[in-house]
T-cell receptor
Framework: GDSVTQMEGPVTLSEEAFLTINCTYT??????LFWYVQYPGEGLQLLLK?????DKGSNKGFEATYRKETTSFHLEKGSVQVSDSAVYFC?????????????FGTGTQLKVEL | ETGVTQSPTHLIKTRGQQVTLRCSSQ?????VSWYQQALGQGPQFIFQ???????GRGNFPPRFSGLQFPNYSSELNVNALELDDSALYLC?????????????FGPGTRLTVT
């Protein structure tokens, strides 16, 4: 079945450091790929997405490129801020008996310190 | 434009009891998906409703059931609660059933089963 594997956290960085959170997936067909962010006590917010191979999603300085050959969608940011501290989820979207569902990784907690 | 809302925010139930969680979809959205997020884990797909019909289901037992109403709001019902049902329950709304539109998440309902 479909699955998403993320690097385990927590990831602790100093402000202005470079961020990479690895994500690989297994899926039949050609899924769309997403990164969601969850701040403490809140629901999920869509951070960025890519719908086909070689697409690059970007938002708020974060980027991820859909790599079909390596089945990966790694999240990167050149300079993190304390406000980026949150849990990040990689997800893929597939059809579920006519509808569409999201399959999530286990999440990676990011802590950014001054 | 009103976002996705869920009620209640928190609740505590006893093993064996039944619970109903509610979700109001974002204005104009006709599809609602429910997810269970256990502590420290990624959300798991429970089921999806499109125009009042179930439109996909994950690996959850029949004691998890749902409804969608003509105004596209939705309920998640869980019977015979077990301790492992303790989790954050997330509702997401989107436009379209089989089409791959974005899912927008509510803040969640935190269920504790004792």
């Amino acid at each position: 079945g479909d699955s998403v594997t993320q690097m385990e956290g927590p990831v602790t960085l100093s402000e202005e450091a470079f961020l990479t959170i690895n994500c690989t997936y297994t899926a039949t067909g050609y899924p769309s790929l997403f990164w969601y962010v969850q701040y403490p006590g809140e629901g999920l917010q869509l951070l960025l997405k890519a719908t086909k191979a070689d697409d690059k999603g970007s938002n708020k300085g974060f980027e991820a490129t859909y790599r079909k050959e390596t089945t990966s969608f790694h999240l990167e940011k050149g300079s993190v801020q304390v406000s980026d501290s949150a849990v990040y989820f990689c997800a893929l979207r597939t059809r579920a008996g006519g509808g569409n569902k999201l399959t999530f990784g286990t999440g990676t907690q990011l802590k950014v310190e001054l | 434009e009103t976002g996705v809302t869920q009620s209640p925010t928190h609740l505590i139930k006893t093993r064996g009891q039944q619970v109903t969680l509610r979700c109001s979809s974002q204005s104009g959205h006709n599809t609602v998906s429910w997810y269970q997020q256990a502590l420290g884990q990624g959300p798991q797909f429970i089921f999806q409703y499109y125009r009042e019909e179930e439109n996909g289901r994950g690996n959850f037992p029949p004691r998890f059931s749902g409804l969608q109403f003509p105004n596209y709001s939705s309920e998640l019902n869980v019977n015979a609660l077990e301790l492992d049902d303790s989790a954050l329950y997330l509702c997401a709304s989107s436009l379209g059933g089989t089409a791959s539109y974005e899912q927008y998440f509510g803040p969640g309902t935190r269920l504790t089963v004792t």
